[in-house]
Every structure is written in structure tokens, then in C-alpha cells.
């Protein structure tokens, strides 16, 4: 029972600290290219468009949690609408999250 225990144990911590390091990547992009992308990899109905500087530039300034924070409960800004999680309330906050990360990291 032990060494199985162990061997568990052995396979599974490499996979769970791996998958932790390279989840908001992957997950980022993964989340932007299904739910975020519609809107902002064109720039529809006035949202900031990825990897155009200087309509990320001011935003950026005010940190990435905060802005995840507005990504999540959704806002009404001066160029448009944003609805919260981009309109998927299926979509969990670190998923928001690690896709703003990755927009914000497309647009430096
Ligand atoms: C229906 C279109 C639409 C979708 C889908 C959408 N967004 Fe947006 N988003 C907007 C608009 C419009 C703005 C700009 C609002 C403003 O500042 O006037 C915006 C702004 C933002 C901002 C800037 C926040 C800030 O601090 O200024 C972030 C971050 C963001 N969206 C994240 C996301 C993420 C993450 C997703 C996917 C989960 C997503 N958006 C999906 C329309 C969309």
C-alpha cells in the first residue's frame, strides 16, 4: 500500500507543479482565442485591440488585477461595452484572468 502510495505520489507531483507553470499560458491563450478574440483580436464594438500599444498603454498602467477585475464583473467604459468574462458566465475568474494576462502580454 505504501509504495503504491509513493509511486502515486511520484507521477503525480511533477504533472500537478508542471501543469501549475505552464496552465496560464496555455490557458490564457486557450481562453482569449475562444471567448475574447470575437471582440478584441479586431477591436469590435470599440474594445482595445490585441497588441495595439497604444490602446493598451494607459490601461496596462493601472495593473493587471485590477483590469482582470473589471474583465470579470464586466464595465462600461468610454469606447464601449465589456461584458462580464466576455459574455461566458461559465468561465471562471482565473480563466478571465489568465486570458487578460496573455492579452496584456500581446500588447506591450
Ligand atoms: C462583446 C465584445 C467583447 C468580448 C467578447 C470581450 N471583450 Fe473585453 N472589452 C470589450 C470592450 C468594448 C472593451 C473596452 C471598454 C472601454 O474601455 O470602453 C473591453 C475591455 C477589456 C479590458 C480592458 C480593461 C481595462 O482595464 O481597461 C480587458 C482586460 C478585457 N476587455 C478583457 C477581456 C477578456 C479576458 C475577454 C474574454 C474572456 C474579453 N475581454 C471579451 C469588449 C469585449
Same mark, same amino acid.
Given at each position: 500500500m505504501n509504495k503504491f502510495l509513493i509511486l502515486v505520489l511520484m507521477l503525480a507531483l511533477p504533472f500537478v507543479f508542471s501543469s501549475t507553470v505552464a496552465a496560464d499560458t496555455a490557458q490564457g491563450q486557450g481562453v482569449y482565442m475562444n471567448f =475574447?478574440?470575437? =471582440?478584441?483580436a479586431s477591436g469590435v464594438a470599440g474594445a482595445p485591440k490585441t497588441g495595439d500599444k497604444a490602446a493598451w498603454q494607459e490601461r496596462i498602467g493601472k495593473g493587471e488585477e485590477a483590469m482582470a477585475a473589471l474583465a470579470i464583473k464586466g464595465f462600461q467604459g468610454s469606447s464601449g461595452f465589456m461584458p462580464a468574462k466576455g459574455g461566458n458566465s461559465a468561465l471562471t475568474d482565473e480563466e478571465v484572468t489568465s486570458a487578460t494576462i496573455y492579452m496584456v502580454e500581446q500588447s506591450k
Open positions: =475574447c478574440a470575437p =471582440c478584441h
